[in-house]
């Protein structure tokens, strides 16, 4: 495991987190780092991702106005800040960084390198 994600944790409806994820050397501009997760029995679903080269960012439409992905170029590390949290919200949220085209930033198959995982819980 070469990244380092960390912040989950348990929170009421409507609370906020932020989980950071530390890349060290995979931050050179064609490099781009996402958030997944994956909820118990489900397929794991893109959350927001980042482009190193331009910050340019992506989100899911479940995300949106909620969520908002960032980066510290300087700490070479990816935030997640999760605002206005639901129980749906609730999964194992893992960071990846890779080199994907712009039309598979989705795809957890176009990152190659993978964090542990973080859990993320919110209570209702």
């Known amino acids: 495991v070469q990244l380092q994600a960390s912040g989950g944790g348990l929170v009421q409806a409507g609370g906020s987190l932020r989980l950071s994820c530390a890349a060290p050397g995979r931050t050179s501009s064609s490099f781009s780092t996402a958030w997944f997760r994956q909820a118990p029995g489900k397929e794991r679903e893109f959350v927001a991702a980042i482009r190193w080269r331009d910050s340019m960012t992506y989100h899911a439409d479940s995300v949106k106005g909620r969520f908002t992905i960032s980066r510290d170029r300087a700490k070479t590390t990816v935030y997640l800040q999760m605002n206005s949290l639901k129980p749906a919200d609730t999964a194992v949220y893992y960071c990846?960084?890779?080199?994907?085209?712009?039309?598979?930033?989705?795809?957890?198959?176009?990152?190659?390198?993978w964090g542990q995982g973080t859990l993320v819980t919110v209570s209702s």
């Open positions: 990846a960084t890779g080199q994907p085209v712009l039309s598979e930033i989705r795809r957890p198959s176009a990152y190659g390198v």
